[in-house]
């Protein structure tokens, strides 16, 4: 039996590998690519949400010295077959597929011109000569109205109705006819961008003497670009080749191709030249994607003793007019994610998305996280409604192991792994619960308000569906002894040059320094690098990529030391025999026999020392946390301070535990800012008036509180028993810090429904209160 150091780099702090390159400036981002004849791209976007273009005329722009091309929607579009991505049947109803506006603009933004000159001024300069004339239209600007518009977004459609799903539930009757209370509310999340601090970019280089698209791009997902590139350009995928570098940030932006990339690959196909172009950051907030614009309304029987008995729920949501990647919406997952991690009796359920002359929705970092949100809220609702602490309502229904496994109302099914009664306590713990209410009392006797919020929730993973539900993993150990492991993945800050690199680093029995990570062009295929997915589907493809080769190299170094494979063991990247340190050889030398001395090889072994390995994850991997987090709301003001801020997470075995934190901490700085801070705000002309960061605010160090983090492990059923974990800390803290926030107003007699809670929300709030 080979074995490892057991657990010598997984589950460690192990420094980033991708660190210093990273933090002393030397990244590769796509705006660091120069090639030869680059040329550069730019757009010129509506400045009306919704009108018909009675004149366009390029002639002054073509002529500028320096311009090589202006595109418009007549000469560019027919070039391009459809701009669907993988993930989306041709068949299913969407929006017109158009690199550019055609004879109408449908939100401000919206892409009616792209200039292609020597340089990014020069083309700016061109846009400004371009020559267009346009008839308003009355836009569809309200999302909760828009259904039933006579003005429609996309009049090909026929509707503003882009998906309606129901699946009521008649039990749910029975149950509010007979519940000691029964409480409703509508919840609303306002309209968020992803704000990466790399905006989207590309660079297009066509190669006509070999047929061949090379392209670098800011992604998530090398593969995807391969795979829709090519069927927009009319390729095969093996002439599309996508390079890697370092991306900055994308939380669910970079997953897909937009249309201004795909406009990028057939110019740059057009004119025989490479086409760089990169996002400017008013285009970023304007007309990248926009998410978070949705309501659910929320039905609850609860009895005498506090238990849920039942919920009807209707959910309610903004696809605005070109959503990102396609029309297909998370709303039912939503609402099939609501009773979350509780026993709670019938459900029944409704969700919509409709079309709307605004920027088009895209996944952001948990884009199912309304679940969280309307529950949460809705639980300390029902807190405050019934006469109960909010801690004890959730105490008397949270999910513990005797209920598990568990199958949801809404038909989904909670593995044997979860643990949010654990979480629950531990995050109650860590904030010190009782000891806050008699500060919090002591506090409202002297005139301050503190409150306190919770957000309990089960985080679904690495879901097996799809293209998402697999992925390869191609590990080769060179001649040197060093270690190359390529992977479909799309890091973009998930530190998986390192994590990767310890699992392997493990199973291999060498170091993570050892192990380089090759992503994009080469790779085996995969869906890149979202929906929480890496540490479960990816790592579990490398671990096998890794143990397969290991067998190889104890079997080489067993033949030729004279031992037995059951005596061998593989550390520090030597191969030893237990017992004997002096029967070793390094793994260099057993790659030098595998490649350049098959003779010596063991009877029947191929030559070679690398193995292709792919993995087919689960349905689902749950992960679960309880975020908790204190806080004081000035009532002259209507400032909002965190006090502290303590997560219980468990996402199973950590792999890195600094990297998990960094992932936590990353999303609760998110979802703070979607709180408190960040509005991407529409008038009712359909005008953006947040384009600029200092209309669209995010948080800094100084507005987001000292992270506290507690965890609780729970290995999955996958190999090495991970769960994922990279959207959870966006999921829980919204509904945690409205809590809080709302938790502080209570003596007020108010209680907010929606968010942003910003210092004129709150201010109005208090205004209102009937309890002076």
């Known amino acids: 039996m080979t074995t490892t150091t057991a657990a010598r780099y997984v589950g460690q702090s192990v420094k980033r590998i991708e660190d210093p ?135 090909e459609l026929g509707s503003n109705l882009a998906h309606d799903m129901a699946v009521p539930n008649p039990a749910t009757e029975e149950a509010f006819a007979s519940a000691a209370h029964v409480v409703t509310e509508t919840w609303h999340q306002h309209r968020q961008t992803n704000v990466p601090m790399e905006t989207r970019g590309m660079v297009a280089s066509w190669q006509p003497h070999a047929g061949v698209m090379e392209v670098w791009a800011s992604t998530q997902s090398p593969h995807e670009i391969q795979h829709t590139g090519a069927r927009v350009l009319g390729i095969g995928e093996h002439k599309m080749v996508v390079h890697f570098g370092d991306v900055g940030g994308g939380f669910g932006q970079k997953m897909f191709l937009g249309r201004e990339d795909m406009a990028v690959l057939v110019a740059a196909k057009l004119l025989g030249r490479p086409v760089k172009w990169i996002e400017d950051r008013r285009e ?65 359920w409704r969700a919509r998305t409709v079309y709307t002359n605004t920027c088009g929705r895209g996944a952001y970092r948990g884009p199912w996280q309304m679940e969280s949100v309307a529950r949460e809220q809705m639980i300390d609702r029902v807190a405050r409604e019934i006469g109960m602490d909010p801690l004890e309502l959730r105490r008397r229904n949270v999910l513990t192991p005797a209920d598990l496994p568990y199958q949801v109302p809404t038909g989904l099914v909670y593995e044997t792994t979860i643990s949010p009664d654990q979480t629950l306590e531990q995050a109650a713990e860590m904030i010190g619960y009782d000891r806050f209410r008699a500060e919090q009392a002591q506090a409202r006797a002297e005139g301050r308000y503190l409150g306190l919020g919770i957000a309990l929730y089960i985080e679904p993973t690495s879901m097996g569906m799809g293209p998402l539900g697999t992925e390869s993993a191609m590990l080769r150990v060179e001649v040197d002894g060093h270690v190359n492991l390529f992977m479909g993945t799309g890091s973009h800050g998930q530190s998986l040059e390192t994590t990767m690199a310890q699992l392997v680093a493990d199973e291999l029995g060498v170091r993570p320094e050892d192990v380089t990570l090759h992503q994009g062009h080469g790779s085996g295929y995969g869906f890149g690098t979202g929906g929480s997915r890496s540490a479960v589907i990816a790592g579990s493809a490398a671990r096998a990529a890794a143990s397969a080769v290991r067998e190889r190299v104890v079997a080489i170094a067993a033949h030729l030391m004279e031992a037995s494979a059951e005596d061998m063991e593989v550390a520090d990247g030597v191969v030893s025999v237990r017992g004997t340190p002096a029967a070793s050889m390094t793994l260099a030398q057993v790659a030098a026999t595998a490649y350049q001395n098959s003779d010596a090889l063991p009877p029947g072994m191929e030559a070679g020392l690398e193995h292709t390995a792919r993995y087919k994850a689960p349905p689902t991997t749950h992960s679960n946390a309880c975020h908790m987090c204190t806080c004081e709301v000035d009532p002259g003001t209507g400032q909002v301070t965190l006090l502290r801020y303590v997560v219980s997470e468990d996402c199973g075995v950590l792999i890195n535990p600094m990297v998990v934190d960094g992932q936590i901490a990353g999303g609760v700085a998110q979802g703070i800012g979607g709180v408190l801070y960040e509005h991407a705000v529409y008038d009712e002309s359909g005008n953006p008036l947040a384009s600029t960061f200092l209309d669209y605010l995010v948080p800094t160090a100084a507005e987001v509180p000292e992270l506290e983090c507690g965890h609780v492990v729970v290995p999955s059923d996958t190999p090495g028993g991970h769960k994922g974990t990279g959207e959870g800390g966006a999921i829980g803290a919204p509904p945690a810090v409205f809590n809080a926030v709302a938790d502080a107003l209570s003596p007020f007699g108010v209680y907010p429904n929606r968010q942003p809670l910003d210092p004129d929300t709150v201010l109005n709030l208090i205004a209102s209160s009937t309890n002076p």
């Open 284 to 348: 970023n907030l304007l007309a990248s994607n926009h998410a978070r614009i949705e309501q659910m309304t929320v039905k609850m029987a609860v009895g005498e003793d506090g238990a849920f008995l039942a919920a009807d729920l209707d959910q309610l949501e903004d696809d605005g007019a070109y959503p990102l990647g396609g029309p297909a919406t998370p709303g039912a997952m939503t609402v099939m994610q609501f009773p979350g991690p509780y026993r709670m009796g019938p459900v029944g």
């Open 21 to 155: 390159r990273l933090v002393t400036g030397h990244g590769r981002y796509v705006d660091d690519i120069v090639l030869p004849g680059m040329l550069h791209a730019a757009f010129g976007r509506s400045d009306l949400a919704r009108a018909t273009i009675t004149r366009l005329d390029t002639s002054a722009a073509e002529a500028l010295e320096g311009v090589h091309a202006v595109f418009v929607g007549a000469n560019l579009n027919p070039h391009n077959d459809s701009l669907r991505s993988s993930m989306h049947p041709p068949e299913s109803p969407a929006p017109p597929a158009n690199m550019l506006a055609g004879d109408d603009v449908r939100f401000v933004g919206d892409p009616y011109v792209m200039v292609v000159a020597d340089n990014r001024y020069i083309a700016e300069d061109a846009l400004d000569l371009v020559e267009v004339e346009f008839e308003p239209l009355t836009p569809v600007v309200d999302y909760e109205t828009a259904a039933g518009a006579g003005d429609h977004v996309h009049p």
